[in-house]
DNA sequence: TAGATTGTTAATCGATTAACAATC
DNA sequence: TAGATTGTTAATCGATTAACAATC
């Protein structure tokens, strides 16, 4: 199967999963590998990963299993990161300032280029190589610079004030950190970090009662 | 419909969600909240709010709605956020500091008690309230408080070590910021950032080519 | 060739939604 | 009472999985 029709909403996360699954067997040196073995490896089913791979194309050799290189480099392709993304940053707390840091966002040719903050106590500051811009920089910033991606990780209060502003700027994406369901067109994705704490402690209490 | 049976993993999401909207209602002063009302707000379906709400009792009255105070302690009381948690971090890098700093996780009674780092250079520096801990105290640390919950921050190449003494120290939930899947029978949440950033590109380079 | 593993179909499982009787 | 909204059932929709012919 191909392309043509829609790929449902976990795949798209599995892609990203996969990915970087062959990233380290690459790294270990390892050519091929199974369905099997990369579904060990990720906890799922052998057959969900051969579907899955099957909405974009048949990648793999039947009895040998999946050339690591060859499909690391088509899912790189497909996700999107086989080029640079330039990201900014809006609102320098703490959680602006750990994304502006953040390792791992680089190494996935995620580029940080600015962050911006409406205090003004912030602005100046430097935070890894960059420096706190007031937000009033914001639209002659995104002019001067081509932005596909921006971060908000501003108070709950101020974040959809802040989407409207990067809609106008034809921002094309958004990681939102803010605790809140944002109203926007643009495509985002919500990290929603006290949610996770609460679904834990759900967990943990059913697992308590349950005995298991 | 009751408690009886398995919750569907989604409604345990979405309970949190429900909560964070209830607890706004109550500060805008809001009484009482119809499901069609909380489901705009969230951009869902209002039988999916009267659906999930009936895994665990009746709360509404009809003709009426919900009433948002009662159903806010209903909730605190189901999700488990009625009581304080303890957790303590691993990792005080970026991530590891932000989320010791990161105020809403206070609010919602989460109390990070302690934070430890295997880098000898990083104990003793000061994060918010907090002194990082060397890890080779964290044993001791754990016997002399009730530590219920673990946020992992440590590089993706130390997780599943420090997931194993989690387990030895009968740590009962995990929230992971590592960007691996964790082998362990302890409940565990990922946030993994990374993966939030392919998606948004996926879904990027999708709506430019389908043009919209 | 024999053994292994793919790609794909069809069956199953799980989650969402519409619809409506019950009832405030 | 009339109008509104719940709680719940049944229908629909979407995602996962088992199974297997195709083929390396």
């Known amino acids: 199967m191909r392309n043509n029709n829609k790929i449902p909403k976990p795949v798209i996360r599995r892609l990203g999963l996969y990915y970087r699954c062959l990233n380290r067997l690459n790294e270990e040196g390892i050519e091929f590998v199974a ?21 974009f194309g048949e990648f793999g050799k039947r009895g040998v299993g999946y050339n690591v290189e060859e499909l690391m480099k088509k899912l790189e392709g497909i996700i999107g990161v086989d080029k640079y993304w330039n990201v900014i940053i809006l609102g320098a707390g703490n959680i602006g300032a750990a994304i502006a840091n953040y390792a791992g966002l680089k190494k996935d040719k995620f580029n940080i280029i600015g962050i911006f903050d409406a205090d003004r106590s912030k602005v100046g500051k430097k935070i890894g190589k960059l420096t706190v811009q007031h937000v009033s920089e914001l639209k002659s910033f995104v002019q001067k610079n081509i932005i596909e991606i921006a971060v908000i990780a501003v108070p709950e209060t101020a974040a959809q004030m802040v989407v409207e502003e990067l809609e106008t700027l034809n921002i094309k994406g958004i990681v939102n950190f803010a605790p809140v369901k944002l109203r926007t067109k643009i495509p985002i994705e919500d990290v929603d970090i006290t949610l996770s704490f609460k679904s834990l402690v759900f967990r943990i209490e059913r697992s308590k009662k349950e005995g298991n």
Chains 1, 2 share one sequence.
């Open 35 to 55: 369905s099997k073995d990369l579904a060990a490896r990720l906890g799922i089913k052998s057959s969900q990963v051969r579907k899955d791979l099957s909405y």
